[in-house]
């Protein structure tokens, strides 16, 4: 079993920062995936940035540019900078942590509230 700990969100003005954080205890493998998936109101769940344990990321086109995803393996923590808030990142923001070896799972956070006004 995994659980996973978030923190960092809150209620930011426009243009401002948040730091999201993720740390992961339990059954840690060495090769897998972290990322952040955010929910708004009546919208579905969507991809925010992943990162692989190697350092490689993905991000959503909608946050290239003002949100850096990065990782520390020695304390299994993803975490999401994010600059440049706009209203439309207003979401709960959910880490995931998820792999294939030496079985398939995926693990998901309680959840963390951001909240962005215009």
């Known amino acids: 079993q995994v659980q996973l700990v978030e923190s960092g969100g809150g209620l930011v003005q426009a243009g401002g920062s948040l730091r999201l954080s993720c740390a992961a205890s339990?059954?840690?493998?060495?090769?897998?995936?972290m990322g952040w998936y955010r929910q708004a109101p009546e919208k579905q769940r969507e991809l925010v940035a992943s990162?692989?344990?190697?350092?490689?990321?993905n991000y959503a086109d909608s946050v290239k540019g003002r949100f850096t995803i990065s990782r520390d393996n020695a304390k299994n923590t993803v975490y999401l900078q994010m600059n440049s808030l706009k209203p439309e990142d207003t979401a709960v923001y959910y880490c995931?942590?998820?792999?294939?070896?030496?079985?398939?799972?995926?693990?998901w956070g309680q959840g963390t509230q951001v909240t962005v006004s215009s």
């Open positions: 339990g059954t840690i493998f060495s090769i897998n995936d």
């Open positions: 995931n942590y998820a792999g294939l070896d030496p079985y398939e799972y995926d693990y």
């Open positions: 990162i692989t344990s190697g350092g490689s990321t």
